[in-house]
Every structure is written in C-alpha cells, then in structure tokens.
C-alpha cells in the first residue's frame, strides 16, 4: 500500500515551459486534492476533486489546471510556468469531503523551481 | 482578517519542555478541528482532530478547543527532539481544509 505518490521529486523550469506533475493515489479514496506550500504561508488550496471527471477551482487555481479520468489519478498541468509557480507541490486524497473520517493523506511533495 | 490566524515561529525549546501552539479562526461555522504534523521536506500528516469544544488527549499530545473564542491549542508535553517539525492547525471548510500558517518547533537535547 503506497497511499499517495507524486513525481517528479524536484524539476527546474525554465520561464513559459509547461509540465505536468503527476499524483496516485491506491486508497479507493473519490476526494483529490492539489496544494501549493511556499515558506511562512502554509498550504493554499490549487484545486481539488471530488470524483472521477468532477473537478472545481481552490483558493489559487490561475496558471494551473487539472483533470481527473480515473479514480486513482490526478495530474496537475502548468502551461506557462512564471517565476511566481516556484514552490513546493502537495497532492493529498480523502475518502469523503467532510466529518471525522476525511483525513486527507498527503503525498510527498515536488519541488519546482521556475527561472 | 484572515479566516485563519497561527504564529509561524520558530519555536526553540529544550527537551522536555512543554510545548503550546496556537491558532486563532474567524469563521464560526468550523465544526472539525485538526493539526498535522510536517517533517521537513516531508508532507504534512495528520496528528489530532476534534469537533467539541473541550481537550483531546493522545499520549503526550493534548487539543484544546475553544469556540466561543475561536482558538484551538495543541499541547505538547515532555518534548523530544523527534518533535521537532512543523505545526499546521487546520479547520474544516466546505470539501476542503483551510491551514494556517505553520508554527516550526525545534526540540533540542
């Protein structure tokens, strides 16, 4: 049982490159979420899923998108990475949205460096 | 006013110390009360959660609730070095978790 994996670890951008970070998740769990974390600011909201092909925006969803086809995975696309995108990126999942039982699993991050 | 309001430190204490960590909320409507833990260059992972105002206690980790004045605690007694790390209070939203900011500790022996 991996709970929830993300690749890549680390990548360097170079300014208006795009790339896709990848998020799995083998908990059967229907909720998916994406945070972004930079220093001294906590964990902000990109964009999360409550179900296969159901998606909505976060707190910071401008300059990302998402989509979500299977159970299991959801990707998290930058199309024109800026310097503001450098942070660290976070993908957790949680069986339901709400109550005691939604703990939400956090991947290990990755970390994206944009210059 | 931010909806969620935590002292991101650092906070520096010596093995074996007790430890408090704080946040203040806005919004009365958060009924679930959690922290995570964060190592470094780890993700966060949750640690305690309660949904009553009142104290919660797991080992030598205590949550305090306080509704009526919109603060949560977590306590931290007889502090060990593998305490060290980042602390996110997070409070229940709709389908998502708000976090503050993180309160960094450091536990030295």
């Known amino acids: 049982n991996a709970g929830v994996t993300q690749t890549p670890k680390f990548r360097i951008l170079k300014i208006g490159q795009s790339m896709t970070l990848q998020c799995t998740q083998d908990?059967?769990?229907?909720?998916m979420y994406w945070y972004r974390q930079d220093p001294g600011m906590g964990l902000k909201l990109i964009y999360y899923s409550v179900g296969a092909g159901i998606t909505d925006k976060g707190e910071v969803p401008n300059g990302y998108n998402v989509s979500r086809s299977t159970t299991e995975d959801f990707p998290l696309r930058l199309e024109l990475a800026a310097p503001s995108q450098t942070s660290v990126y976070f993908c957790?999942?949680?069986?339901?949205?709400?109550?005691?039982?939604?703990?939400?699993?956090f991947g290990p991050g990755t970390r994206l460096t944009v210059l | 006013q931010k909806e969620v309001e935590q002292d991101p430190g650092p906070l520096s204490v010596p093995e074996g110390a007790i430890v408090s960590l704080n946040c203040t909320y806005s919004?009365?409507?958060?009924?679930?009360f959690m922290w995570y833990r964060q190592y470094s260059r780890k993700g966060p992972e949750l640690l305690m959660y309660?949904?009553?105002?009142g104290n919660k206690e797991d080992g030598r980790f205590t949550a305090q609730v306080d509704k009526s004045s919109k603060y949560i605690s977590l306590f931290i007694r007889d502090s060990q070095p593998s305490d060290s790390a980042t602390y996110l209070c997070a409070f229940r939203g709709y389908n998502k978790l708000i976090f503050g900011a993180g309160t960094r500790l450091a536990v030295h022996p």
């Open positions: 908990m059967n769990h229907n909720y």
């Open positions: 309660t949904y009553s105002s």
């Open positions: 957790a999942s949680s069986f339901s949205g709400g109550g005691s039982t939604d703990t939400q699993y």
């Open positions: 919004n009365s409507a958060f009924q679930y």
